[in-house]
Protein backbone atom coordinates (compact mmCIF):
# COMPACT_ATOMS: atom_id res chain seq x y z
CA UNK A 1 0.00 0.00 0.00
CA UNK A 2 1.40 3.12 -0.87
CA UNK A 3 1.59 6.13 1.82
CA UNK A 4 1.04 8.84 -0.77
CA UNK A 5 -1.96 7.11 -1.53
CA UNK A 6 -3.03 7.43 1.99
CA UNK A 7 -1.84 10.91 2.10
CA UNK A 8 -4.05 11.59 -0.87
CA UNK A 9 -6.95 9.77 1.83
CA UNK A 10 -6.42 11.67 4.20
CA UNK A 11 -6.43 15.02 2.55
CA UNK A 12 -9.32 14.03 0.94
CA UNK A 13 -11.17 12.96 3.62
CA UNK A 14 -10.50 15.55 5.64
CA UNK A 15 -11.49 18.05 2.20
CA UNK A 16 -14.37 16.44 1.17
CA UNK A 17 -12.66 17.59 -2.06
CA UNK A 18 -10.18 15.89 -4.69
CA UNK A 19 -9.89 19.04 -6.15
CA UNK A 20 -8.90 20.89 -2.85
CA UNK A 21 -6.66 18.18 -1.55
CA UNK A 22 -4.68 18.21 -4.88
CA UNK A 23 -4.22 21.75 -4.31
CA UNK A 24 -2.71 21.26 -0.54
CA UNK A 25 -0.55 18.57 -2.04
CA UNK A 26 0.40 20.02 -4.85
CA UNK A 27 -0.82 17.38 -7.72
CA UNK A 28 -3.36 17.49 -9.71
CA UNK A 29 -7.52 16.44 -9.20
CA UNK A 30 -6.61 13.56 -11.65
CA UNK A 31 -3.79 12.69 -9.60
CA UNK A 32 -5.43 12.60 -6.81
CA UNK A 33 -8.33 10.48 -7.83
CA UNK A 34 -5.88 7.72 -9.52
CA UNK A 35 -4.67 7.14 -5.75
CA UNK A 36 -7.89 7.09 -4.62
CA UNK A 37 -9.25 4.35 -7.40
CA UNK A 38 -5.92 2.57 -6.61
CA UNK A 39 -6.16 2.16 -2.94
CA UNK A 40 -9.82 1.24 -3.03
CA UNK A 41 -8.96 -1.52 -5.87
CA UNK A 42 -6.06 -2.46 -3.14
CA UNK A 43 -8.41 -2.25 -0.21
CA UNK A 44 -11.40 -4.13 -2.39
CA UNK A 45 -13.56 -1.40 -0.78
CA UNK A 46 -15.19 2.07 -1.86
CA UNK A 47 -14.21 5.08 0.28
CA UNK A 48 -15.76 7.20 -1.20
CA UNK A 49 -19.52 8.38 -2.77
CA UNK A 50 -19.39 10.36 -5.63
CA UNK A 51 -22.04 12.35 -6.95
CA UNK A 52 -22.19 15.14 -9.10
CA UNK A 53 -19.70 17.88 -7.35
CA UNK A 54 -20.01 16.16 -3.75
CA UNK A 55 -17.97 13.65 -2.49
CA UNK A 56 -18.89 11.79 0.83
CA UNK A 57 -17.55 9.14 2.59
CA UNK A 58 -18.26 5.41 2.97
CA UNK A 59 -19.27 4.17 6.56
CA UNK A 60 -15.61 1.66 6.03
CA UNK A 61 -13.88 5.11 4.90
CA UNK A 62 -15.13 6.71 8.31
CA UNK A 63 -13.70 3.49 10.36
CA UNK A 64 -10.39 3.50 8.45
CA UNK A 65 -9.80 7.54 8.86
CA UNK A 66 -9.02 7.34 12.43
CA UNK A 67 -6.09 4.78 12.01
CA UNK A 68 -4.53 6.61 8.94
CA UNK A 69 -4.63 10.15 10.90
CA UNK A 70 -2.67 7.61 13.66
CA UNK A 71 -0.24 6.35 11.63
CA UNK A 72 0.55 9.90 10.10
CA UNK A 73 1.14 11.32 13.45
CA UNK A 74 3.28 8.61 14.46
CA UNK A 75 5.56 9.22 11.55
CA UNK A 76 5.34 12.79 12.42
CA UNK A 77 6.33 12.50 16.29
CA UNK A 78 8.78 9.40 15.19
CA UNK A 79 10.77 12.19 12.73
CA UNK A 80 10.53 14.81 15.17
CA UNK A 81 12.28 12.47 17.95
CA UNK A 82 14.61 11.11 15.47
CA UNK A 83 15.50 15.05 14.61
CA UNK A 84 15.76 16.31 18.31
CA UNK A 85 18.80 13.71 18.72
CA UNK A 86 21.02 15.96 16.70
Same mark, same amino acid.
Not at 11 to 35: C, D, G, K, P
Not at 65 to 86: E, I, Y
Given at each position: ???????? +????? &?? =??? /??? *?? #??????? !????????????????? +????? &?? =??? /??? *?? #??????? !?????????????????
Amino acid at each position: MSLNALLC +FEASA &RH =LSF /TVA *AA #ELNVTQT !AISHQIRRLELELGIKL +FVRQN &RA =LTL /TPE *AR #EYLPGVR !AAFNDLRLATDRLQRRD
